[in-house]
């Protein structure tokens, strides 16, 4: 019982640095001057050059399947990084962020089918409560126009792909070495951001010296501290409470976005933030259960 309240206890506090280190990334990115789809291709070609020597030294042979789950977790990390991303052009980082943490819907749809894990009534009253409050925060956006309607449709797309991607790291993570799981998945997102780079023309150069900062440090913090925590807390709790654990970075990106963007934020925010909040805790209370095999 001990062990299993402290493997819980590990796991709630690698969310909450997650979550933190995380919530920097759509700042970081309006920060930089540079193509969207260039800052995420290098934020994942980075980490994979900073992770690679701990995988390297972790690597063990892999069953075929296993190997190409993996992959397939980090194609998915690649398109979730280029809708969301490019979102972040089209709407507010409030709108973008909100939305594109919707996953915990499509998790909660999802996981019995890909992880055997319903999501039972507390799961869908944390769900509930959190979009609850994501419409509070969103809602006003609409009137932006079609850009922003746009903006919020690639960012709802960066959370579907985000769901998936997570749910697969629960259903493979235990089978593999945690730093060759994310060498797997930070390098094959970086191969499917370079084929979309490659398809979109997009310029690799040329950007401002204070842009490759920027990327640096979306690579180091958000990506490797928070994607890679994300990552190790997914093997130990089910992915919805990983997912819903995440809607704490656009409550914490809307303050940043106010503070540096000069960004207002809803007069119904502080609402919408405690519903989220609320469903947060709820989901850290989410039995625990075992992934499903491969």
């Given at each position: ?19 933190l280190a ?5 700042i970081l990115?309006r ?11 290098y934020?994942?070609l ?8 701990a ?12 190997g190409?789950?993996?992959?397939a ?6 398109l979730?990084?280029?809708s ?9 980082v409030?709108?973008s ?21 319903r ?12 979009l ?6 969103t ?11 746009l903006?919020?449709?690639?960012a ?28 797997l998945?930070?390098?094959?997102g970086?191969v499917?951001?370079?084929l979309l780079?490659?398809?979109g ?7 401002p010296?204070a ?6 440090l ?7 501290l ?20 995440t809607?704490g970075?656009p ?14 934020r ?8 405690g519903?989220?909040a ?6 850290l209370?989410?039995?625990?259960s ?5």
């Amino acid at each position: 019982m001990n062990g299993a309240r402290q493997r819980d206890t590990r796991a709630t506090i690698a969310l909450i640095v997650a979550v933190l280190a995380v919530s920097w990334g759509a700042i970081l990115v309006r920060l930089c001057d540079a193509p969207k789809l260039a800052i995420a291709f290098y934020r994942l070609l980075l980490s994979t050059l900073i992770v690679a020597p701990a995988g390297a030294l972790a690597w063990r042979p892999l069953t075929r399947r296993a190997g190409w789950t993996a992959m397939a977790a980090g194609a998915l990390l690649g398109l979730h990084f280029a809708s969301w991303i490019s979102s972040l052009s089209l709407t507010s980082v409030a709108s973008s962020v909100m939305l594109v943490s919707t996953q915990p819907v499509f998790t909660a749809v999802l996981s019995p089918w890909l992880l055997g894990e319903r999501a039972g009534r507390r799961g869908w009253a944390a769900v509930a409560l959190a979009l609850a409050g994501a419409g509070l925060l969103t809602g006003a956006d609409l009137q932006f126009g079609p850009q922003a309607l746009l903006g919020d449709g690639l960012a709802l797309a960066g959370a579907l792909t985000a769901s998936l991607y997570l749910m697969l790291g629960r259903r493979v993570g235990v089978q593999i070495p945690f730093p060759q799981y994310v060498s797997l998945v930070y390098g094959s997102g970086a191969v499917a951001l370079a084929l979309l780079v490659a398809l979109g023309g997009v310029a690799l150069s040329g950007f401002p010296a204070a842009s490759w900062l920027w990327i640096a440090l979306i690579a180091v913090g958000p990506n490797v501290l928070g994607h890679s925590l994300l990552n190790w807390s997914v093997r130990r709790v089910p992915a919805l409470v990983v997912n819903v654990a995440t809607l704490g970075e656009p409550v914490l990106a809307t303050f940043y976005a106010a503070w540096i963007f000069d960004e207002r934020r809803a007069p119904a925010f502080y609402a919408g933030a405690g519903l989220i909040a609320a469903g947060i805790m709820l989901a850290l209370g989410h039995p625990r259960s075992a992934p499903s095999s491969l």
